[in-house]
């Protein structure tokens, strides 16, 4: 089959992704003085950031008046297991509040404390009430002011339902993507002068996830394909709480504001077991603690009928519970027929955020690729071995902001780029390898490859680890490799909106992701943060001085430890001054 891309379309910055961190680095790249278009697989507005519900975390101090920046520093580098990029923690704790007034000043209405300042509410492992919030609507809140100002802002277009299948380079340095569109699979090839990727996480690998269909880890993908380094791809969240019953809706979140609102975790002997895994933090302790006792619970036979356990929060006035938590009462109800009010829910751990990711530059978010930035969920460093809850939202802002203003002066430096020669095998190669799978009727069920990927991570990969599940996973996983080489499109050889051949196509870059992933889990011998090894049940302060870094080889993936540089004496400070605060698993 020959095919050739049907249309050219020229920017200065193309950014890949209309989530948080999309949309805010599109403001800051337009703001710039850059041409900016943004591409995503949906449509604008539904991007995964609309589902995001607890909070935007900021020290703000507006209910507790002792919070600081240096506080919000130090619970990110704790909650990280001090693998955190320092310089990220830094600037994330520093600027959040100033987003999030940006975010107020563009539309964004917030929850109110009775003196009218932004209501900011408790989340696990936040020292202080630190979360600005929307009910537990906050992402739509987030997106659709962002969404507004970037379709008010000069020189912003968008590309909707339009995926991107693989970066071009010239000279080492990223001039250009190409894509389809999934209406009706015609190809488009873009050029720029910086690209900035801003695709998101890579949850739906797993078969328990709360994470949107687009969750594909596409970027990490592309970026590793044109030789970016991936850092810390062991480090990935299971959120505590998801949905278990029915089984269709098992995953979907549960949101970490049912115990910031004073949620209580129970056992099935009525048990509020928390008390024996962290007593001081109880249900707020942070998350990979919270998710393994709730694992550790259910294993020991104190789970529920449905394998969970019961989160109870109706010792709250309904009509508190019903202004707080507004999704949560409608999803209970709706989708599993409990009345939140009156009854408990039940519970289990479901795979939620990439810690792992593209490694960047913390200012700006450059890799180290030309002209390739990244933010977001997609990039790695801010938080570690272990992100606390609203901590994603104010990374999208913050470096979503910085990534599109230093992807804007690099591309105006080098606008010449987006006319360079690119060669045209690169290309044909590209649009070959998208296109193959139409011509094979049949070839391998995408549906039921992913299906089998996503129970090999699930059964290899789980929330805690030991070195010969890992290494069985990554020989399953290598067949899995060489079956997807053979992937049909599901049966159908059309290009219009076919969800077999977009699979065939997700399913690599889930490839890429899951490979990096267990590789590294095999790299950390230590249990750290979400990394926990039933066989090295221990930190080890070794490898607390390293991040695993994930390049391409020409023989194939390579895993290598690199040392994380020493924390500057004021950054040394902020966190020994909060030392006090350390519980006995974290010093552990
Ligand atoms: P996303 O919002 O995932 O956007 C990715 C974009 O990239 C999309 O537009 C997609 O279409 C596009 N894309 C992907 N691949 C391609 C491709 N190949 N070509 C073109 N476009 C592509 N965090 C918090 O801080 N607070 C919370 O309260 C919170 N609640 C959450 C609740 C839920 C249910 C979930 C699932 C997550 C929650 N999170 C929360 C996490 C947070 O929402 C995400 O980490 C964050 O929204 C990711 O934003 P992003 O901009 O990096 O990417």
Request: charged share 25%; glycine share 10%; with cysteine.
């Amino acid at each position: 089959m020959s095919v050739v891309a049907h249309e050219t379309v020229e920017t200065d910055v193309l950014v890949l992704g209309a989530g948080g961190a999309g949309l805010r680095g599109a403001i800051a790249a337009a703001e710039g003085g850059a041409r900016v278009l943004v591409v995503c697989k949906s449509l604008l507005g539904k991007a995964h950031t609309v589902m995001a519900e607890g909070g935007v975390a900021a020290a703000m101090h507006n209910v507790a008046y002792q919070d600081s920046w240096e506080v919000h520093f130090a619970d990110t580098m704790k909650g990280g297991k001090l693998i955190n990029d320092w310089r990220m923690a830094e600037l994330h704790a520093k600027e959040s509040p100033d987003r999030v007034l940006e975010l107020e000043r563009w539309g964004a209405i917030f929850d109110r404390t009775w003196q009218g300042r932004i209501h900011q509410r408790p989340f696990g492992a936040h020292t202080y009430p630190r979360l600005a919030h929307i009910g537990d609507r906050t992402g739509l809140e987030l997106v659709r002011t962002l969404q507004d100002r970037a379709v008010h802002t000069a020189g912003v277009d968008v590309h909707m339902e339009t995926t991107v299948f693989k970066l071009l380079t010239e000279g080492g340095r990223v001039v250009g993507a190409l894509a389809y569109r999934r209406s009706d699979g015609s190809l488009l090839m873009y050029r720029c002068g910086a690209l900035v990727l801003a695709s998101g996480g890579a949850g739906k690998m797993y078969r328990v996830t709360s994470n949107s269909w687009e969750s594909t880890g596409d970027g990490t993908a592309l970026a590793y394909e044109v030789g970016a380094q991936l850092r810390d791809m062991e480090m990935v969240q299971f959120h505590p709480t998801g949905m278990v019953w029915p089984a269709g809706v098992r995953g979907i979140l549960v949101t970490e504001g049912v115990r910031g609102e004073g949620g209580v975790l129970r056992n099935k002997e009525g048990e509020r077991f928390m008390e024996r895994y962290d007593h001081e933090r109880m249900e707020l302790s942070s998350r990979d603690v919270v998710a393994r006792a709730i694992n550790s619970e259910v294993n020991a036979g104190r789970g529920t009928p449905h394998g969970g356990v019961f989160l109870d929060i109706t010792h709250r006035k309904p009509e508190f519970i019903k202004s707080k938590l507004p999704s949560m009462y409608e999803q209970f109800l709706k989708l599993a027929k409990v009345d939140i009010t009156k009854e408990p829910m039940e519970v289990a751990p479901t795979l939620h955020y990439m810690m792992a990711g593209v490694r960047v530059e913390p200012e700006t978010g450059a890799t180290n690729v030309a002209g390739l930035y990244a933010a977001g969920e997609l990039a790695s460093g801010l938080h570690g071995a272990n992100r606390l809850g609203g901590n994603s939202l104010s990374d999208l802002l913050v470096f979503g902001k910085r990534a599109g203003e230093a992807a804007a002066a690099d591309a105006l430096r080098n606008a010449k780029q987006a006319k360079a020669r690119v060669d045209p095998a690169q290309v044909d190669a590209a649009i070959a390898g998208l296109m193959a799978p139409l011509a094979r009727p049949g070839g391998e069920n995408p549906f039921k490859l992913h299906g089998e990927l996503q129970d090999l991570m699930s059964t290899y990969a789980p929330i805690v680890r030991d070195e010969p599940t890992l290494e069985a996973g990554l020989e399953k996983l290598k067949e899995l490799q060489s079956r997807a080489l053979t992937c049909g499109a599901g049966g159908s050889a059309t290009r219009a909106f076919n969800p077999g051949w977009h699979t065939a196509h997700d399913l690599q870059s889930m490839l890429v992701n899951a490979e990096a992933l267990l590789r590294s889990a095999m790299a950390r011998k230590e249990s750290r943060g979400a990394h926990a090894r039933s066989d090295f049940p221990k930190t080890d302060d070794e490898l607390g001085r390293v991040n695993f870094v994930v390049e391409r080889t020409a023989d194939g993936m390579r895993v290598t430890a690199h040392p994380i540089p020493p924390m500057p004496e004021h950054l040394a400070d902020a966190l020994h001054r909060s030392y006090a605060t350390f519980t006995p698993e974290e010093i552990e």
